[in-house]
């Protein structure tokens, strides 16, 4: 594995050089990530179904400012531009989602075909710029119809959501190399369901078993459908290959107190474990059932659904973007406080060993490639010289956390990718418009885009297949 650090000379106008470039292993893909209703608009064309996030935004005082799916940054009629931006900073590979209410409006048969269309065309566009494309089947916008039904507390939405999933597989499996399917089903499930922060928002702490399982049950599902339907080829390293994308915060006491340290167990327990030890050992995990258990929340696994959620899959996605301190709470057992380090816009700590720590954790369960699927952040914007948005500090988050991704590759863990998130400005869930993640920067009057210095920066380390440090 070619792996090193090395002095570059001092450039021909005699401006000092970085004294050092991480350099990475050849065939690690430099990406970027949105998803499609944090970036599509369009909420209505083509035929496009409701989505849960639709109706979540109409529902007062749930998204700040009263933001909604539009316009966004009307990608969904801007998407050649956004490829060809792609291509100018020279991504290896782009992560998006596909939006399933534009694939089948009410959630199952029948084909919108127009929808289908619409990233038929755009992987199409990618691979023509040499641009690997990676497919989130789910990244949270469930066909409303689907959540009158009941939505992830109901078995029969992951049945729905294989047959989408093979629908796909059927019409771009083998367009694209990288396939992920649920995002971040930890946070679908307590803040879309036990919680009302995010979408649907419905606030039944005792569906969060049920929603977990009924999460996990549509990936293994779906896993078992690319398999029947989606050739792979063994040799080679971007054959079609499929995972699962998980975010994961590293948890750490507030304070040395033995109470703290229990609480920090606990959450890492309920928000990583939960999750890891079903997909990688085919149960869950004891602590967690018990917590559930004293809280009449209940499990609704049928026989056989272990070993379909346990399917093993090509790869392990997970989103990095803090650590999280854990104390002990005397109702809920642990709650989460903020680090005491400086602070993004969306007041995250910055802690670059949360990368480490995370592919450290992911390794627990498996040796599987990784894939460091969402990792950036927002910041507020300074005008610097001529026009430009001189962002240093997004420069300064990401040179420090690919140096620790750069660090746990020299320690042998299996990781191929990172993936800015995220390519362009764009709605923040239940921040709507304020906070902004982008390398590019979008006017969403105008829809205007903007490279930001950092999107220089990225384009100079995809260039060099390395990261400058100063
Ligand atoms: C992740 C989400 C992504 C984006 C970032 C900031 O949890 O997957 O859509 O909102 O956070």
Known sequence: MALQSSGSPSTPGGAPAPATVLRFPSGFLWGAATSAFQIEGNTHADGRGESIWDRFCRLPGRVAGGGTGEPACD??????????????????AYRFSVAWPRIFPNGGAPLNQKGLDFYRRLVAALREHGIVPMITLYHW???????ERGGWAARDTALRFAEYAALLFDRLGNEVPLWATINEPMLITYAGYAGRTKAPGVGRPWQTLAVAHHLLLAHGLAVRAFRQIVSQRADDRLAPGIGIVLNLRPCHPASPHPRDARAARLLDTLTHRLFLEPLFRGQYPEAALRFFRRRCVSLPAAPGDMAIIAEPTDFLGINVYVRVLAKSDLIMGAKQVPGPGPKTAMGWEIYPPC???????????????????ENGAAFTDRPGPGGTIDDQERIAYLRAHLAEAHRAIAAGIDLRGYFVWSLLDNFEWEDGY????????????TQARQPRASAHWYAGVIAQHGVPME
């Open 75 to 92: 990608h969904y009629r801007r998407w050649r531009e956004d490829v060809a931006l792609m291509a100018r900073l020279g991504l290896g």
């Open 434 to 445: 304020g906070p902004r993640f982008g390398l590019i920067h979008v006017d969403y009057a």
């Open 141 to 147: 916008d469930l066909p409303q119809a689907l959540q």
């Open 355 to 373: 990368i480490g720590e995370a592919l450290a954790l992911a390794r627990e369960y498996t040796s599987l490639p990784l894939y460091l699927t």
